[in-house]
């Protein structure tokens, strides 16, 4: 999340001294390194050496991610079989930009391809550039933590039977898993209905529906579940740096031709080699003895913590992974980005604040002082800001599967005006409403927005003060507008 906003007038420091300031207090944020103590050690020797030595071009010793011979494509080739992929690609945009190549080299243009209501953005823009159209499908919701959950198998049934209605076959399925707040689904589960009948009749070819798996906050889990395609993002899970990501790819239902010819539409053609070892070293180092040894020792600490809180009367939402650490605001009456706001002034950073829950991520090697420090500073807000507990948060009134009623791209294109969100309804979206963190659009370009809808995102503008306008960006539509309705 950063370091507390400088107040109104006072001019920001530079980026060189922003990045060269001590750490505050109790750092709980992203990557995952947690400011290099949790580094991956290959990469952590690496940049010891003479600063700058380590950025080299595509030297023909050092390759890139999509030449067949190289130090990266044997990085690659060694992390495909750690992982039991048939394939492996880095990536130096994140996983932001290896979920949009992958949907490029899944889906054909005009493509329907099935999205989680709470996937993130980046998938949306993959959307765009592919020309592809989102079928949303909604997700059951926690109205105690305010929280999208993840679907049961059960559920995914009953996603694809309405998605097999009106017969357009079905490109892809992405998944999420596990959430950013560590939830996680029964991924064989689901990947079984998607190869079983239903998802055969959704895609209309008989090996079933291809799946991506969004596992920017796993650990490859989804391979070894028999995902198509999965995507990691090193810096939430693992010891690499921001923007190191791996897309794995595994099966007969994808093209490797296609995904490669996505990967050099997207990707930079100078990736930067320190990123490139970034992947490497994390995914490497995660698979080796150490490294599990690593992630043991601080789960047991996150666990111990997790307990102390507890019968400290701190409530925290379950969840399935210990190093995202999930306190339930909501039943302490307190608004996750209160209690964010708060905390960050003391020198508590956390990761992910929501209405009714505030994320820390632990990472890899916790801060010596987070048993310490961390129950203190949480009674401490209990005790400043604590309150009745708030109501339950009311679902977002959304139909098991929609399609924007405009396509994507074009009602992102077109031209619109920004209006209060208490006159939108009866309009159409022209831009997402996304709050950042956790980058999960509330509403997509191309929704029209019916009276339920306009009322619960006048509630979310409340809920996210400061991360959400009280305004949006509609669609003008009427003469003189270019008009291209789907349906
Ligand atoms: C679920 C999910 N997927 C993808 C991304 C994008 O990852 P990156 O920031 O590495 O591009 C994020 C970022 O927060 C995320 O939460």
């Given amino acids: 999340m950063g370091e507390p906003a400088a107040p109104q007038g006072v001019p920001s420091p530079s980026l060189l001294e922003a990045l060269s300031r001590r750490a505050p207090r109790l750092p709980l944020h992203l990557p995952a390194h947690g400011r290099g103590r949790g580094l991956a050690p290959g990469l952590r ?3 010891q050496l003479g600063p700058g030595s380590w950025d080299l071009p595509e030297l023909p010793e050092i390759g890139a991610p999509l030449e067949p011979e190289g130090a990266v494509a044997e990085a690659q080739r060694r992390c495909a079989a750690l992982l039991r992929a048939d394939h492996c690609w880095f990536g130096v945009n994140g996983a932001s930009g290896l979920l949009q190549a992958a949907l490029l080299g899944l889906c054909p243009p005009g493509g329907r391809v099935l999205l989680p209501r709470n996937l993130h953005r980046s998938l949306l823009h993959g959307c765009v550039l592919g020309g592809l159209e989102p079928l949303l499908y909604n997700l059951p919701f926690d109205s105690h933590g305010g929280l999208w959950q993840p679907p049961s198998p059960r559920h995914l049934e009953q996603v694809l039977i309405a998605a097999a209605h009106g017969g357009t076959p ?3 399925l992405v998944l999420l898993d596990p959430t950013y707040q560590g939830l996680a689904a029964d991924l064989p589960g689901l990947l079984a209905v998607a190869r079983g009948p239903l ?3 959704a895609a209309g070819r008989a090996d079933g529906l291809p799946v991506l798996v969004d596992q920017a906050h796993g650990r490859g889990e989804a391979v070894a579940a028999g995902a198509d395609l999965v995507v990691l993002s090193l810096q939430k899970n693992g010891g690499g740096l921001a923007q190191s990501a791996a897309l794995l790819a595994q099966g007969p239902r994808i ?4 995904l490669e010819r996505a990967l050099l539409w997207l990707q930079t053609s100078s990736p930067s080699a320190l990123l490139l070892a970034s992947t490497a070293a994390a995914l490497e180092h995660a698979h080796s003895p150490a490294g599990r040894r690593q992630r043991q020792r601080s789960e047991s600490r996150a666990r111990k913590l997790a307990q102390r809180l507890t019968a400290a009367g701190l409530p925290l939402l379950p969840n399935a992974d210990p190093l995202r650490l999930v306190l339930a605001t909501a039943p302490l009456g307190i608004n996750g980005l209160e209690a964010d706001a708060w905390l960050l002034e003391r020198g508590v950073v956390a990761e992910l604040p929501e209405p009714g829950a505030l994320t820390f ?11 310490r420090s961390l129950p203190w ?38 031209p619109s005006e920004r209006i209060p969100l208490a006159a939108c309804q009866g309009r159409v979206a022209a831009a997402p409403l996304c709050p950042y963190p956790p980058g999960i659009p509330l509403l997509v370009p191309g929704e029209r927005i019916d009276a339920a809808r306009a009322d619960w995102l006048a509630q979310q503008a409340q809920l996210w003060p400061g991360q959400m306008p009280a305004s949006v960006a509609v669609v003008v539509e009427g003469p003189g507008a270019e008009i291209r309705v789907r349906r």
Avoid: D, I, T
């Fill in 255 to 258: 093209v490797p031709e296609a």
């Fill in 45 to 47: 020797q690496l940049l």
């Fill in 377 to 414: 500073w949480l009674k401490q807000l209990r005790r400043s800001l604590g309150k009745a507990p708030l109501p339950p948060f009311q679902p977002p009134p959304l139909p098991l599967v929609a399609a924007p009623e405009w396509p994507l791209g074009q009602a992102w294109r077109a």
């Fill in 199 to 201: 998802g055969v009749a």
């Fill in 361 to 371: 991520c632990l990472g890899l090697a916790p801060p010596l002082a987070l048993e």
């Fill in 170 to 172: 079905v490109a892809a």
